[in-house]
């Protein structure tokens, strides 16, 4: 299927939240190229992690670049959320472009750090919803057609999504559709809403929930229930940060590692 070119233009600003300086280098103890004033946007170009400090490359006005740090800035996305349906399959586009994969949180998991830019020069498709019993073709521990499809091991996933001519994501592929260039901590923003996820028993019928469910959840590509629900498997083989995909974590044949979810 042929990707729109609009849908390629995945165009990230970079708002400045007070005065900062902008740099020639990603270190503070660069030359000043300009002054930002508080309010003023700039286009994103790509974003760097220099000494587990996040700065965004940005292009100015005269057709330069410079270096903006993440604590002077607040990232946004003009994505346009593309929706596409492939063998009555509805996908949505994830478009190419970068984001810091991780956490700067120093009280995350040890295993989400360091923190660094992960980039995508192309684009790729993803399941709008969860894989649902309907379209497996059998139920798990919950029934319902539009019940997701748990309790499968990483061979069946990967099984199911051949079958379909797809693959499973990739970690890094799976945390960018799931969070994107802006990366907040839940797919639909940096603070916890109830009510965009199917988060714990105490607010679930104590089962899993429809596909279609929590709207507001969504992340910024249109994908539902990246958190909660179920957990959903990646191709990749679990591994230390960075990810790198050409370190044999995508190594298919090795079946006794342990996969992410």
Same mark, same amino acid.
Do not use: K
């Given at each position: 299927?042929?990707?729109p ?5 995945n165009e ?6 007070w @005065?900062?300086n902008v740099r020639?280098?990603? $270190? =503070?103890e /660069?030359e000043i190229?300009t %002054?930002a004033?508080?309010?003023?946007? &700039?286009r994103?170009t790509?974003q760097d992690?220099?000494n587990h400090?996040?700065w965004?490359q940005?292009?100015?006005p005269? @057709?330069g670049?410079g270096?903006l740090?993440? $604590? =002077?800035s /607040?990232?946004?996305?003009? %994505?346009s959320?593309?929706?596409?349906? &492939?063998d009555d399959v509805?996908?949505v586009l994830?478009?190419?472009g970068?984001?810091p994969m ?5 009280e ?10 992960q980039?995508f020069d192309?684009?790729?498709?993803v399941d ?6 309907l ?6 521990r ?6 997701p499809?748990?309790s499968?091991?990483?061979f069946a ?6 079958a379909r001519g797809a ?5 890094a592929e799976?945390?960018y ?5 802006v990366a907040?901590?839940y797919p639909?923003?940096?603070?916890f809403?109830?009510?965009n996820?199917v988060?714990s028993?105490?607010?679930t ?6 596909v279609t469910?929590?709207p507001g959840?969504?992340s910024w590509?249109g ?14 083989i679990?591994?230390d940060?960075p ?6 974590r995508?190594?298919v ?5 342990p996969?992410?979810?």
């Amino acid at each position: 299927t042929a990707t729109p070119e609009a849908a390629l233009q995945n165009e990230v600003l970079a708002l400045v939240l007070w @005065g900062a300086n902008v740099r020639a280098e990603a $270190s =503070t103890e /660069s030359e000043i190229v300009t %002054w930002a004033d508080a309010g003023r946007d &700039f286009r994103v170009t790509t974003q760097d992690v220099v000494n587990h400090e996040l700065w965004y490359q940005v292009a100015l006005p005269d @057709g330069g670049n410079g270096w903006l740090h993440s $604590s =002077t800035s /607040s990232l946004v996305s003009l %994505w346009s959320r593309v929706v596409e349906t &492939f063998d009555d399959v509805e996908m949505v586009l994830v478009p190419a472009g970068c984001f810091p994969m991780g956490s700067v949180d120093t009280e995350s998991e040890e295993d989400e750090r360091p923190i660094y830019v992960q980039c995508f020069d192309e684009p790729f498709w993803v399941d709008r919803y969860e894989v649902s019993n309907l379209a497996y073709g059998s139920a798990g521990r919950w029934s319902g057609n539009l019940q997701p499809r748990e309790s499968i091991d990483w061979f069946a996933a990967s099984e199911y999504c051949a079958a379909r001519g797809a693959r499973l994501l990739t970690e890094a592929e799976w945390e960018y559709a799931a969070r994107g260039p802006v990366a907040p901590i839940y797919p639909w923003g940096n603070e916890f809403v109830d009510d965009n996820v199917v988060s714990s028993w105490w607010n679930t019928a104590r089962s899993t929930e429809i596909v279609t469910g929590r709207p507001g959840g969504a992340s910024w590509v249109g994908a539902l229930n990246m958190s909660g629900n179920v957990w959903e498997w990646t191709s990749s083989i679990y591994a230390d940060y960075p990810f790198d995909p050409t370190d044999g974590r995508e190594d298919v044949e090795d079946t006794f590692s342990p996969r992410v979810v």
